[in-house]
């Protein structure tokens, strides 16, 4: 809003409310991460690399269906996907509130994580598209797979 004072032009702000996306609300993000390391990662556990990978694809459809159609062919055709900045700060604070744990090469859902997760599962609404698409998955993009397509990044 601009306001004349005195004659001269003087630019006065007024804070507003903005809301968030959705997308960006760190509880959000950390249910997706718990989602995905409890229906579609072996043990619990994931690199960094596949949790920015089924968080890339979760944002569209057409990206999540590359993934599972990567875990019914056992070949994952994706070359690249991105890195969000929004998933480093979910998992510091899911690691600050015990819901995920460092591993040596990645990250495990803990049992306050697995606690927190079955709460949000026992409403049949919460993530229901996300839900649906991980269990299509299951736990057939494994770590091998990742690291094979990081590997063709080092090369080129």
């Known amino acids: 809003m601009v306001e004349l004072i005195g004659g001269r032009g003087h630019l006065r702000f007024e804070r507003r409310p903005s809301p968030v996306l959705v997308e ?38 057409d990206r999540i269906q590359k993934l599972v159609d990567a875990a019914k062919a056992k070949v994952l055709h994706i070359t690249a996907w991105g890195f969000d900045p929004v998933v480093a700060i979910a998992i510091r604070y899911a690691v600050a509130e015990d819901l995920l744990q460092a591993t ?48 063709g990044w080092e090369s080129a």
């Open 24 to 61: 960006h609300r760190p509880l959000y993000k950390i249910c997706q991460l718990l989602l995905v390391l409890h229906l579609s990662s072996r043990g619990g556990k994931s690199t960094l690399p596949r949790l920015h990978l089924f968080n890339w694809a979760l944002k569209r459809t």
């Open 104 to 151: 040596s090469t990645g990250y495990q859902i803990t049992e306050n994580g697995l606690s927190f997760i079955a709460e949000v599962l026992k409403d049949p609404v919460a993530f229901s598209s996300e839900r649906a698409l991980l269990k299509e998955i299951g736990k057939d993009i494994t770590e091998n797979m990742v690291e094979t397509v990081a590997k």
